[in-house]
């Protein structure tokens, strides 16, 4: 088990940027496919964004693909997710979460078993 803890989050106003960090403890991170979720109020947690262990796939929401792009650094057991031209649409809490032996193309929160705290975007209009 890794644990995470995410950070960066804050109030944008559309169009702008924010990039979000993800600090995982343990020595196993790179055993972890890890990606980004989003949940608004009244609404589901959906998919954002997943990279595979060695950080050389990834894949993306078709909502945020082109605009948001994942990156990891295994040395520092960090993940990252850049979010440009953000808009209002983009308000959720964000979450970091891991997948033991996981792949990018895992947009089904049920496989990942290690999720942080939480941060909250908000754009606002």
């Known amino acids: 088990q890794v644990q995470l803890v995410e950070s960066g989050g804050g109030l944008v106003q559309a169009g702008g940027s924010l990039r979000l960090s993800c600090a995982a403890s343990?020595?196993?991170?790179?055993?972890?496919?890890m990606g980004w979720f989003r949940q608004a109020p009244g609404k589901e947690r959906e998919f954002v964004a997943a990279i595979s262990r060695d950080g050389g796939s990834t894949n993306y929401a078709a909502s945020v693909r082109g605009r948001f792009t994942i990156s990891r650094d295994n040395a520092k057991n960090t993940v990252s997710l850049q979010m440009n031209s953000l808009k209002p649409e983009d308000t959720a809490i964000y979450y970091c979460?891991?997948?033991?032996?996981?792949?990018?193309?895992?947009?089904?929160?049920?496989?990942?078993?290690?999720w942080g705290q939480g941060t909250q975007v908000t754009v606002s209009s």
């Open positions: 343990g020595r196993t991170f790179s055993s972890y496919g």
């Open positions: 979460a891991a997948a033991l032996y996981g792949v990018s193309w895992w947009s089904e929160a049920v496989k990942y078993t290690c």
